[in-house]
């Protein structure tokens, strides 16, 4: 079955990134990132029903099988991109005292550069130990703490607080990710399928288009930039990943 499903929910995940160029540009405070205009409760039930359609959309597609080597390069690339991004951005933060902010990157950036080395359909769990892959799904865990911490707990600020989901939907999708390559029989189909979709949607749709309009309003840090565009990343690939699992 042709993937019609994953297209429609790519196509809904791009309208929503659309709406949510429109509003920034228009309708929201930079300093602050409140929404100058109309409630702040009508952007988070926008979110909740893109992501629900979504999550209808995987229950329909009824992810069937992972295909086996074929061409899946896009995702390889993809997943070496990511990785080299993250090793760029520890680099960022070797010369500093916080050892997370270059320890957690360089090994997700380690780890996701390495699972190209999977999509490639070569060997991946000979070459990779599990704890690698445990310790690389960290940064995005670490990154979604710090916002809460670092930011105020305000649901007005609707940037942070979709930030700070978006990594936690990068963590979720590469954790599904990391249960698909390892236990055999190819588990969890479903919940991978539809991870990827909502990391696509945060990560590449949301939050990288975000992070591009608070670097060119003079807000944003080229670090910071480079971190934003690996999620975006992890987002894509949550895209193709999605789009290598067979629909039944």
Same mark, same amino acid.
């Given at each position: 079955?042709?993937?019609?499903?994953?297209?429609?929910?790519?196509?809904?995940?791009?309208?929503?990134?659309?709406?949510?160029?429109?509003?920034?540009?228009?309708?929201?405070?930079?300093?602050?990132?409140?929404?100058? /205009?109309?409630?702040?409760?009508?952007?988070?039930?926008?979110?909740?029903?893109?992501?629900?359609?979504?999550?209808?959309?995987? /229950?329909?597609? &009824?992810?069937?099988?992972?295909?086996?080597? &074929?061409?899946?390069?896009?995702?390889?690339?993809?997943?070496?991109?990511?990785?080299?991004?993250?090793?760029?951005?520890?680099? /960022?933060?070797?010369?500093?005292?916080?050892?997370?902010?270059?320890?957690?990157?360089?090994?997700?950036?380690?780890?996701?550069?390495?699972?190209?080395?999977?999509?490639?359909?070569?060997?991946?769990?000979?070459?990779?130990?599990?704890?690698?892959?445990?310790?690389?799904?960290?940064?995005?865990?670490?990154?979604?703490?710090?916002?809460?911490?670092?930011?105020?707990?305000?649901?007005?600020?609707?940037?942070?607080?979709?930030?700070?989901?978006?990594?936690?939907?990068?963590?979720?999708?590469?954790?599904?990710?990391?249960?698909?390559?390892?236990?055999?029989?190819?588990?969890?189909?479903?919940?991978?399928?539809?991870?990827?979709?909502?990391?696509?949607?945060?990560?590449?749709?949301?939050?990288?288009? /975000?992070?591009?309009?608070?670097?060119?309003?003079?807000?944003?840090?080229?670090?910071?930039?480079?971190?934003?565009?690996?999620?975006?990343?992890?987002?894509?690939?949550?895209?193709?990943?999605?789009?290598?699992?067979?629909?039944?």
């Amino acid at each position: 079955m042709k993937p019609i499903y994953t297209f429609l929910g790519a196509l809904v995940c791009i309208g929503a990134g659309l709406a949510r160029w429109l509003d920034l540009n228009n309708f929201t405070e930079y300093p602050s990132g409140f929404p100058t /205009q109309g409630p702040y409760w009508v952007r988070y039930l926008a979110l909740g029903a893109v992501l629900l359609l979504l999550w209808a959309m995987g /229950q329909a597609a &009824r992810p069937r099988s992972l295909p086996q080597p &074929r061409p899946r390069l896009g995702c390889a690339l993809l997943s070496f991109g990511a990785g080299a991004g993250l090793c760029m951005t520890a680099a /960022q933060y070797l010369n500093t005292n916080k050892v997370l902010d270059w320890v957690l990157p360089g090994l997700a950036g380690i780890w996701l550069a390495l699972l190209g080395v999977y999509w490639l359909g070569l060997s991946y769990r000979a070459l990779i130990p599990v704890p690698l892959g445990i310790a690389g799904t960290l940064y995005f865990l670490y990154k979604s703490f710090l916002h809460g911490l670092t930011y105020a707990a305000n649901l007005h600020r609707i940037g942070v607080v979709w930030e700070a989901l978006a990594y936690l939907a990068a963590l979720w999708f590469l954790v599904k990710l990391l249960r698909l390559v390892y236990l055999p029989g190819e588990p969890g189909l479903a919940g991978c399928y539809t991870a990827g979709m909502w990391a696509f949607f945060l990560d590449s749709c949301i939050i990288f288009p /975000q992070g591009v309009w608070t670097f060119l309003s003079g807000g944003g840090t080229m670090t910071g930039l480079l971190e934003l565009f690996c999620l975006g990343l992890v987002g894509l690939l949550g895209l193709g990943c999605a789009f290598s699992i067979r629909e039944g």
